[in-house]
Antibody, heavy 116, light 108 residues
């Protein structure tokens, strides 16, 4: 069974750093792209960027370039999304997704709330 | 960046009716288009990939068609569980693999 299990909800203050994770099991982690998708409250899906864990090729959507860092650890089949300085506007649900058809499989989502 | 425009924004139909959703790309994406369904409080689910291929476990009432710039998702006869938001996504060009803004299918 394929599973993408994300880390739990976070409540942070503006200026805090954060790293959320996505543990993949049930398929070849190094063979397919993993993407991170933002969904702000009541809004649509936005692809932030993707990583190919096989060679760590990482690509960012223009809106998110420089704002976040995407990484992966092949040894533990886990992908990460990281912020160095959170803003209130980063409050959203974040999904990881992967698979051969790009996004066959999705994590359950990590809710990040940034508030002073 | 390729822009995907979905129409209509909202589609109000009754169970048993046929739903036709449109996704138009600002430039050709060949057949590299997927459709997802998202219900409230849930992660999106892949329905269709490469424009017309149903993902594993997706009922036959869902079908996709089109190529180039114009694509359609058809639900032949709406079931109660089909009322949700539907998104298209292209993977022809990076950056990025853009999503459309979504079409909400609601109960009339």
């Amino acid at each position: 069974e394929v599973q993408l299990v994300q880390s739990g909800a976070e409540v942070k203050k503006p200026g805090d750093s954060l790293k959320i994770s996505c543990k993949v099991s049930g398929y070849s982690f190094t063979s397919y792209w993993i993407g991170w998708v933002r969904q702000m409250p009541g809004k649509g899906l936005e692809l932030m960027g993707s990583i190919f864990p096989g060679d760590s090729d990482t690509r960012y959507s223009p809106s998110f370039q420089g704002q976040v860092t995407i990484s992966a650890d092949k040894s533990i089949t886990t992908a990460y999304l990281q912020w160095t300085r959170l803003r209130a506007s980063d409050t959203a649900m974040y999904y990881c997704a992967g698979g051969a058809a790009l996004f066959d499989y999705w994590g359950q989502g990590t809710l990040v709330t940034v508030s002073s | 960046e390729i822009v995907l425009t979905q129409s209509p924004a909202t589609l109000a139909l009754s169970p048993g009716e046929r739903a036709t959703l449109s996704c138009r790309a600002s430039q050709s994406v060949s057949s590299y288009l997927a459709w997802y369904q998202q219900k409230p409080g849930q992660a999106p689910r892949l329905l269709i990939y490469e424009a017309s291929n149903r993902a594993t476990g997706i009922p036959a009432r869902f079908s996709g068609s089109g190529s180039g710039t114009d694509f359609t998702l058809t639900i032949s006869s709406l079931e109660p569980e089909d009322f949700a938001v539907y998104y298209c996504q292209q993977r022809r060009n990076w950056p990025p693999w853009t999503f459309g803004q979504g079409t909400k299918v609601e109960i009339k």
